[in-house]
């Protein structure tokens, strides 16, 4: 589509314009917004660099012809192509805090970020958070934001990945926080020795009827960051064997599975699964202590 580069002058002109045609589009928004005018928005603003907060400083300032360029070249990607707006920007946002991605890891989206911004309250009481393990920790988003949160803790991002593991390293940089936060390939735990006080875990977990039906923008992420078997669980079943060898004691296992969590209910009737609840959305997240798991594999083997 021919775009109109020069009637369209000041960002306010650019925001409105991208709302327009995001309205007139079958796009599927969840990529880190959830509107269209979000969307426009963060499209106009990020591709500046501006501040996506207060920003109407700026909404009559002209832009530059290049700039204009990147922003509506970006605006065609995102509507012919459907490729979500992180991928186009290069950056995604978790817990307020900027990230960087490309289509070699998920954009981060998990309910992870409400519960660290609350130091991950009441669960943790006043136990001491010395060691923490991000499994399957794709941009590194959950494990770098909880060593921001916990600022004495260690903290290792695990991934079986090696491209993942490799955009982790970079968000390690941007964050300063590579005196205490490392990487490690692993295929789920082997690969990891150890334990921690605390493991948190965003695995695939997307079952093979919903891979089928997936909006298009869904096609650009890694399958290896979604599919999980035909139940979503093929990972958390592993998990699940295994977390209590590299849990500490009085060490805390947080787990999201999204849709999948009715099935591993049903899949583990003797667990004491807690599932947390979050104000700005999301669910399928468990929380389970050492001694619960510990307890529950003596009983399995005794
Ligand atoms: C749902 S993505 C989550 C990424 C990140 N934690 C987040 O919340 O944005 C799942 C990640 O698990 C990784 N993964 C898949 N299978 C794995 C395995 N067997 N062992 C370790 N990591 C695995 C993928 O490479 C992907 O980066």
Redesign the pocket.
């Known amino acids: 589509m021919i775009q109109p580069i020069d009637d369209l002058l000041t960002i306010r002109d650019l925001v409105r314009f991208a709302c327009t045609r995001f309205a007139g589009s079958e796009l599927f928004y969840g990529h880190g917004t959830d509107n269209v005018w979000d969307e426009a928005v963060h499209l106009v603003m990020r591709s500046v660099n501006l501040p996506l907060e207060n920003n109407t400083l700026f909404l009559d300032a002209r832009l530059t012809r290049e700039e204009r360029g990147v922003i509506l070249e970006r605006l065609d990607r995102r509507i012919n192509e459907r490729i979500p707006l992180a991928y186009l920007l290069g950056e995604a946002w978790f817990m307020g805090l900027p990230f960087r991605v490309d289509e070699r890891?998920?954009i981060?989206r998990?309910p992870f970020s409400e519960l660290l911004q609350s130091g991950m309250q009441p669960w943790i009481g006043d136990k001491q958070v010395n060691r923490i393990l991000?499994?399957?920790?794709?941009?590194g988003?959950?494990g770098i934001a909880a060593a921001l949160v916990f600022e004495e803790a260690e903290v290792d991002l695990?991934?079986?990945?090696p491209d993942?593991l490799d955009v982790a390293r970079s968000n390690i940089a941007l964050h300063q926080v590579g005196d205490r936060v490392n990487t490690l390939q692993?295929?789920?735990f082997e690969g990891i020795s150890g334990r921690y006080d605390l493991i948190l875990s965003?695995?695939?977990y997307v079952d093979a009827e919903d891979m089928a039906s997936m909006p298009e923008e869904f096609h650009h992420e890694?399958v290896?960051?979604?599919a999980a078997g035909p139940d979503g669980l093929d990972?958390a079943h592993r998990i699940l064997a295994h977390a209590h060898e590299h849990l500490a004691p009085r060490g805390l296992l947080l787990v999201e599975v999204g849709n999948s969590w009715p099935a591993l209910e049903a899949a583990y009737p003797e667990l004491p699964f807690i599932w947390l609840e979050f104000e700005q959305g999301g669910d399928g997240v468990f929380l389970l202590s050492a001694e619960d798991l510990a307890e529950w594999h003596a009983g399995k083997n005794g």
Do not use: E, R
Not at 134 to 139: F, I, K, P, V, Y
Not at 158 to 161: L, Y
């Open positions: 890891v998920l981060p998990s991000d499994l399957c920790t794709g941009s988003c959950i695990a991934d079986i990945s993942a692993a295929d789920v965003n695995p695939p890694p290896l960051g979604l990972i």
